[in-house]
């Protein structure tokens, strides 16, 4: 049991981290760019490249979620001390998940369709970073937290 511990909270850590990585790295280099760019260039962009984003983006945080729900899971039944932390970060991953629903499935839909009217694009993307640096925070906080939780050597397989 300890061995799935350990290994379910260490694939947990480092699915987070990269995840929230990947989303720290688009608010501080797409996003500008994006906002950079004339309407046209965006929307031209956007439509081109909405299935590379989708492609990377979902499988990641679709393992980020199942990861740490597992991570969960484990520890829980091990009565670990951490099992809040690892809780805590479940429940804030979950939070980063639903924003999609919530928020970017539609944005994103009327981006890659261009559908969005030129002039109000330059307030919905203004609306669209600070939804993304609300998950971006919520998904550096679910990492750190799994960090923590395996730090403090809980998640540390008997020798």
């Given at each position: 049991?300890?061995?799935?511990?350990?290994?379910?909270?260490?694939?947990?850590?480092?699915?987070l981290?990269?995840s929230?990585?990947?989303?720290?790295?688009?608010?501080g280099v797409?996003?500008?760019?994006?906002r950079?760019q004339?309407?046209?260039?965006?929307l031209?962009?956007?439509?081109?490249n909405?299935?590379?984003?989708?492609r990377?983006f979902?499988?990641?945080?679709?393992?980020?979620?199942?990861l740490?729900?597992?991570?969960t899971?484990?520890?829980?039944?091990?009565?670990?001390?951490?099992?809040w932390?690892?809780?805590a970060?479940?429940?804030?991953?979950?939070?980063?998940l639903?924003?999609?629903?919530?928020?970017?499935?539609?944005?994103?839909?009327?981006?890659?369709?261009?559908?969005?009217?030129?002039?109000?694009?330059?307030?919905?993307l203004?609306?669209?970073?600070?939804?993304?640096?609300?998950?971006?925070i919520?998904?550096?906080?679910?990492f750190?937290?799994?960090?923590?939780?395996?730090?403090?050597?809980?998640?540390v397989?008997?020798?």
């Amino acid at each position: 049991m300890e061995q799935l511990v350990f290994t379910s909270g260490l694939l947990a850590v480092l699915v987070l981290g990269l995840s929230a990585g990947a989303l720290l790295a688009e608010a501080g280099v797409l996003v500008p760019s994006w906002r950079a760019q004339t309407p046209e260039a965006f929307l031209d962009w956007y439509r081109d490249n909405a299935g590379r984003l989708l492609r990377f983006f979902g499988p990641l945080e679709a393992a980020s979620g199942f990861l740490v729900v597992v991570a969960t899971a484990m520890v829980w039944l091990g009565q670990h001390p951490s099992r809040w932390l690892f809780l805590a970060s479940t429940v804030l991953t979950l939070a980063v998940l639903a924003t999609f629903p919530l928020y970017f499935q539609g944005a994103n839909a009327s981006f890659a369709a261009g559908t969005i009217a030129k002039p109000d694009l330059a307030s919905e993307l203004r609306r669209w970073a600070t939804w993304h640096w609300g998950r971006t925070i919520l998904a550096i906080l679910a990492f750190l937290l799994a960090l923590l939780a395996f730090l403090r050597g809980t998640c540390v397989p008997a020798v």
